[in-house]
């Protein structure tokens, strides 16, 4: 490893950390916690909903975290819960239309903002910048869960 691949892994861990910093700060300016702004996202775009373990799979949250929050918009009538028959373990979470109303602009608003960053690349941009995040994730993933350093070769 070299002096440059340090310098470049502090950089772009250190864009990542300013994107989570944007998102954060946006979902405080609309009333909301940002792992909140992830889960209503998820079903705003979910017409039939969705349940706790997808959202919990699309979000990569946990499931106690998913819970508290399903349980926060359940209380203040934006979502309803419901068992499915085959499996009344499962529960589909939906959006209400007060909900809907609720996170439409807030919703809207960042996934506009997410597409048009996007579309200020080329499509060769889109593909590389793709390409090379989902390789990073899953070398970061791969090392993050590794027992020692030193078989990281």
């Not at 909301?32 to 949250?61: D, H, P, S, W």
């Not at 373990?89 to 809207?108: H, P």
Request: with cysteine.
């Amino acid at each position: 490893m070299t002096k440059e691949d340090k310098k470049n892994a502090y950089l772009y861990c250190k864009f990542r950390d300013e994107q989570f910093a944007l998102y954060d700060e946006y979902a405080k300016r609309n009333g909301m916690m940002m792992k909140t702004l992830l889960v209503v996202n998820a079903l705003f775009y979910a017409k039939e909903g969705m349940t706790q373990k997808e959202i919990c799979q699309r979000t990569f949250q946990s499931k106690q975290t998913v819970h508290l929050i399903i349980k926060n918009l359940l209380a203040e009538g934006y979502v309803t819960v419901t068992e499915v028959p085959e499996n009344k373990r499962n529960k589909i979470v939906q959006m209400t239309e007060e909900g809907r109303i609720y996170c439409e602009k807030v919703v809207r608003h960042i996934t506009w903002a997410e597409d048009t960053a996007m579309s200020m690349f080329t499509r060769e941009e889109q593909e590389q910048l793709i390409d090379l995040s989902r390789t990073f994730t899953k070398n970061l993933a791969r090392l993050v869960n590794q027992e020692t350093e030193e078989t990281a070769e």
